[in-house]
C-alpha cells in the first residue's frame, strides 16, 4: 500500500454505543479542522467516508460517526484502524512550520562535526517535538530536541537539516 500522498490524523479505538459510533484518538494539533475534511480514508484498504466527529469525551478522544458503520459489530471490525486524509488536503503552513512526514527521513549534518545520519521518526511525548535521530557513527537512534537551540536549517528541497546540538546532548 503506498501512503505517501496521506497522512495519518487518528486511531479507532473502540466502539461506541450500538448505532455504530466509535471512539477515535485524532492526532490533530488543530481540533477545530476534523469536520473541515470531507473524506477520509479508513484503514488499509483506504475506505473514503466522511467522519462526523460528534463530541470530544478527553483530550484527543472523539465519539464519531461513520455513516457506512450501522451497528456495533461494524464499528468493532474498525477498531485499531488508522484514519488518514490525503496531503492535499491540508492547510499550508507558516514559515519554520512542517509536518512530521515532510521531517522523516531528511538527512542530518551536525554543523562543525564530520557526523551524519537521518531522521527516523519525529516524537512528542508531551514536552515538545523530537526529532529520533540516527547517526552514522552508532547502532541506536538519539532524541534530539527540535527547537532552534538545537536546529539551526531546514532545507526540504535538498532534504537536509543542520543541527547545532548543545554540549552534551551527542556524548
Not at 11 to 18: A, E, R, T, W, Y
Not at 42 to 68: H, Y
Not at 101 to 128: A, R
Request: hydrophobic share 40%; with cysteine; proline share 2%.
Amino acid at each position: 500500500m503506498q501512503l505517501d500522498n496521506f497522512i495519518t490524523v487518528g486511531k479507532v479505538l473502540s466502539s461506541f454505543g450500538l448505532k455504530g459510533q466509535v471512539k477515535v484518538d485524532v492526532y490533530l494539533k488543530d481540533l477545530t479542522a476534523l469536520n473541515s475534511f470531507d473524506n477520509f480514508c479508513i484503514g488499509d484498504t483506504l475506505l473514503k467516508s466522511k467522519i462526523n466527529f460528534l463530541k470530544k469525551t478527553k483530550k484527543s478522544i472523539w465519539v464519531a460517526a461513520i455513516p457506512e458503520t450501522k451497528n456495533k459489530e461494524q464499528a468493532d471490525k474498525l477498531k485499531g484502524h488508522l484514519i488518514y486524509i490525503e496531503t492535499k488536503y491540508l492547510p499550508s503552513l507558516m514559515t519554520d512550520e512542517f509536518y512530521y512526514k515532510d521531517l522523516t527521513g531528511l538527512q542530518i549534518k551536525i554543523e562543525g562535526s564530520i557526523q551524519k545520519g537521518f531522521v527516523h521518526h519525529v516524537c512528542n511525548f508531551g514536552s515538545g517535538d523530537l526529532l529520533e535521530v540516527s547517526l552514522n557513527d552508532s547502532e541506536g537512534t538519539i532524541y534530539i530536541p527540535f527547537n532552534k537551540d538545537n536546529v539551526s536549517k531546514i532545507d526540504l528541497t535538498n532534504r537536509t537539516i543542520i543541527l547545532t546540538p548543545l554540549k552534551g546532548l551527542l556524548a
